[in-house]
């Protein structure tokens, strides 16, 4: 197979064998030749015929054996040439059409393509291969992970244009104009025709509730279907796992307001207060018209504080539905108080993948198996957007599996890459204004949720947003109540256009967002799990107000975060899927659990409490935990039986450890006169505390070093306990960094700073103003005063709030040893924190 190309005046000339599978196929040419041609009389031929075999080797052959080796070949002429073509023709040799890559010819090799196969760039195609390698070379002089060449790879197999692949590495390059190139994925509804629509008037239950119901639609959506198919209104106990939005609230709702029509109650649990305070306000709106009591339980926050909402938990004994947290559910039933839920219908377990939480996932295991035993007939749902191992689950909690994978709009995932914090931030700025300017075919705004990972960052982002003419607001749990619900109901009537948020809040998030912006990809101190990550970007796209909901990725390049890069992260995220869930118990895990059911009275003897973790993967033996309890003395046998005792009982209602609930019990008995504050603030110190900008700023510029600006971090609190960069600071902030060092600094410990003190001399001082009568909001302002300390209004409400419970907590244990005087100093306490 003989291949001919026309440089300039010559015709080069490539043999390079048989010509099967030639095309895509890279080869060395058999040798390089070529022939120069001339008129003979009015017929075009080749006068000369130099073949190289070598670089520094020519050898002259006579045109006749040029014209031999073209008739004994399959000829292939490389592009349009009339004199090359009259050759050929007068010399009666048959020749075809190609396609060759010039950018093989450059490193000696032949590649025949087809424009099908191949790809443009620069007005001419090119071969896979040296496609692919362009971009590597490009990748790795611009710092990309390498990693991340999968996904230019699909871009290429998706545009066929190399040029347009590479105008994404482009500085200039604009994402808002250019959707096609940085769209990843598109996960489509799909139709369900298999799926039959059902009216809500078709429903067997009350009248006065299909009215209610109506107004979610007049017909139900597929889950619902599907759920209802599954015994919804026969009392069946469900596990339902569908995409965010897609109508799970209203399952739960279909099978609790029957039963509370029968005199049964309906309890709504959710993992945060944010959310069940939300649920509650819904319900108590949609359900006290049907003349039914709504109660929230949560645990009590009776804080009196400017811009916070003070939350008492209701009675439960007379109410028909009931909202509430995990905790607020299982305090009730540590308490040995199940009795006063009554009959209960139907119990909704919302977020049941908390179930994986390292945290709470015990905590939740072990409510849901103390409901089912201690309420036989009770329906139990549970429900989530994200459960991999759903069989699993729904078979160990005796639940029939409801799953419904379709998403109820659209969504697109885009990923794009960044050269800078600046070039994030000038991105997700094109994307927020151009998103709030689409208006879905129901008549609502494109708006935004940016997902970053730290409190600063949140509001830098917001004010950079804002600078450029976007209405954006930073929203964290650090901002007071009054301030969240502003952003909140400022979003839903679509005046504000981006919220900007941490991670760690995306399940407390409830905004109506079309798009989602991961700023980063880290939640605290670690990369996003798939799981979370698919919790996140579900919030994108809500099937009542929008067409479509779109999810970006803006990873950094040569950005890094515990040895990965974050272009790798970003990538390997896109391609995952969403890992099992597991319960993780830790040995104080078991412990708890243990007291837990034998104060809940779900089992009553050693028999009972084997049987029931007989099948729970435990990290240490039965008998090992079931010893702890009874030597810590947390329960007592009589008999056959186990029994709490007075301190085991004080200590499951209080959620402790058993490590910290002996701790105060020792304080308690102890000789020495107990300070009930002291003991809530070694437990429970004060820790959300930050530089303030300006001084963070400022120090980093003259330790030339990128400063961290949370007060008690290691790096930071070295720094200050050093001296040497406060004597670089101007005055006035030096003054303030002097107040600090001799108010929070000044302790004789051997290990000081890194000892504890700091963090507890802050919580002394923050507990001293509340004593003055100062509420949060002042607080804030006079450390940042006197101190240039940083310190949001709405932790030093929550950690008060938190405080309050640890007092509690050492009131319970004081009460089961009768040391009234502790009772009565730790209820002083109490109060004058709660009302200042």
Not at 146 to 163: A, E, P, Q
Not at 187 to 192: A, L, M
Not at 549 to 561: A, C, S, W
């Amino acid at each position: 197979m003989i291949i001919l190309r026309k440089n300039k005046k010559i015709l080069e000339l490539f043999p390079i064998g048989s010509s099967k599978g030639a095309v895509n196929t890279r080869r060395k040419p058999l040798f390089y030749g070529y022939l120069k041609l001339g008129k003979d009389g009015d017929q075009v031929r080749p006068y000369k015929f130099i073949v190289k075999k070598d670089p520094d080797k020519e050898i002259l052959f006579p045109p006749s054996e040029a014209i031999k080796i073209l008739r004994k070949q399959n000829v292939y002429l490389i592009g349009k040439d009339e004199e090359t073509e009259e050759m050929l023709n007068s010399l009666n040799i048959p020749f075809k059409r190609t396609i060759m890559c010039r950018h093989c010819t450059f490193e000696g090799y032949i590649t025949l393509i087809r424009r099908d196969s191949s790809y443009l760039y620069h007005k001419e195609y090119i071969c896979r291969l040296c496609a692919e390698e362009e971009i590597k070379r490009e990748l790795k002089s611009r710092g990309f992970d390498m990693s991340t060449f999968r996904n230019f790879k699909r871009m290429l197999d998706k545009t066929g244009d190399l040029k347009k692949v590479l105008s994404v590495l482009n500085p200039n390059f604009n994402p808002v104009k250019n959707p096609d190139l940085t769209l990843y994925d598109k996960i489509i509804t799909g139709k369900d025709s298999d799926i039959p629509k059902v009216s809500m008037d078709e429903l067997k239950i009350p009248d006065k509730l299909k009215g209610v119901m109506k107004g979610h639609g007049k017909h139900l959506l597929p889950v619902q279907v599907l759920a209802l198919n599954a015994g919804l209104l026969e009392g069946e106990n469900l596990l339902v796992v569908s995409a965010t939005a897609s109508g799970k609230t209203l399952i739960g709702e279909l099978a609790g307001l029957p039963n509370v029509l029968n005199g049964k109650k309906f309890m709504f649990l959710t993992p945060l207060v944010a959310l069940a305070n939300q649920k509650y306000r819904d319900f108590k709106k949609k359900y006290t018209k049907l003349g039914l009591k709504v109660a929230i339980r949560v645990g009590m926050s009776r804080i009196k504080a400017k811009e916070e909402l003070s939350l008492v938990d209701n009675k439960v004994i007379d109410a028909d539905i009931i909202v509430g947290t995990y905790e607020g559910l299982d305090f009730l039933l540590r308490s040995g108080k199940a009795a006063e839920l009554g009959e209960l219908g139907t119990v909704v377990v919302d977020e049941v993948h908390m179930l994986d939480d390292e945290e709470r996932g015990s905590r939740l295991n072990g409510l849901i198996k103390r409901l089912k035993d201690l309420f036989p007939d009770l329906q139990i749902i549970g429900l989530s957007a994200t459960v991999k191992n759903s069989d699993e689950i729904a078979e160990e909690f005796g639940m029939k599996l409801v799953k419904y994978d379709k998403r109820p709009v659209p969504l697109e995932r885009h990923l794009i890459f960044a050269r800078s914090e600046y070039d994030k931030e000038d991105m997700m700025a094109r994307l927020s204004r151009q998103e709030y300017k689409n208006i879905s075919n129901k008549g609502f705004h494109g708006q935004t949720i940016i997902f970053t990972n730290s409190r600063r960052k949140t509001h830098s982002i917001a004010d950079y947003l804002a600078k450029r003419g976007i209405n954006a607001a930073a929203y964290h749990a650090g901002l007071s109540y009054l301030k969240k619900s502003r952003i909140e109901k400022d979003f839903i009537k679509q005046k504000m256009s981006t919220v900007v948020t941490t991670a760690a809040l995306a399940a407390g998030v409830d905004f109506p967002a079309s798009q989602v912006i991961f700023e980063t990809l880290t939640m605290g101190n670690k990369w996003l799990t798939p799981n979370e990550f698919s919790q996140m970007l579900g919030r994108a796209g809500r099937p009542s107000y929008h067409d479509m909901g779109k999810v970006y990725l803006i990873p950094e390049i040569g950005r890094t975060f515990d040895d990965q890069a974050e272009d790798m992260r970003a990538v390997e995220l896109l391609e995952s899927d969403v890992e099992s869930i597991n319960v993780h118990y830790s040995e104080d895990d078991v412990v708890e659990q243990f007291l837990a059911d034998i104060c809940a009275g779900r089992v009553r003897n050693i028999d009972g409490l084997k049987d029931a973790y007989e099948k729970e993967d435990i990290p240490l033996n039965f008998d090992e935990a079931y010893n702890i309890v009874l030597d810590q003395g947390l329960v007592t046998e009589r008999n056959d039986s186990i029994l709490p005792t007075k301190y085991g009982r004080a200590v499951s209602v209080s959620f402790l450890n058993y490590h910290d609930a002996n701790y105060i019990k020792k304080k308690i008995r102890s000789k020495k006169k107990l300070q009930p504050l002291d003991v809530a603030v070694s437990l429970d110190p004060f820790e959300n505390a930050y530089l303030s900008n300006r001084i963070g700023q400022k120090l980093s510029k003259a330790l030339k070093i990128n400063m961290s600006v949370r007060l008690f971090a290691d790096s930071t609190l070295d720094i200050l306990s050093s001296g040497d960069a406060i004597s670089k600071l101007e005055p006035n902030l030096r003054d303030l960094l002097i107040n600090l060092q001799i108010e929070f600094l000044s302790c004789r410990c051997k290990d000081r700073p890194f000892c504890g003190c700091p963090q507890e001399e802050l919580s002394r001082k923050i507990l001293k103003y509340r004593m003055m009568k100062r509420d949060p909001v002042d607080i804030s302002k006079k450390l940042l005063r006197d101190y240039g300390m940083h310190v949001y209004a709405g932790d030093i409400f929550s950690w008060l709030d938190s405080i309050i419970r640890t007092l509690e907590a050492v009131r319970r244990i004081a009460g089961a040893f009768d040391k009234p005087n502790v009772v009565g100093e730790c209820s002083r306490l109490i109060k004058a924190i709660e009302s200042g």
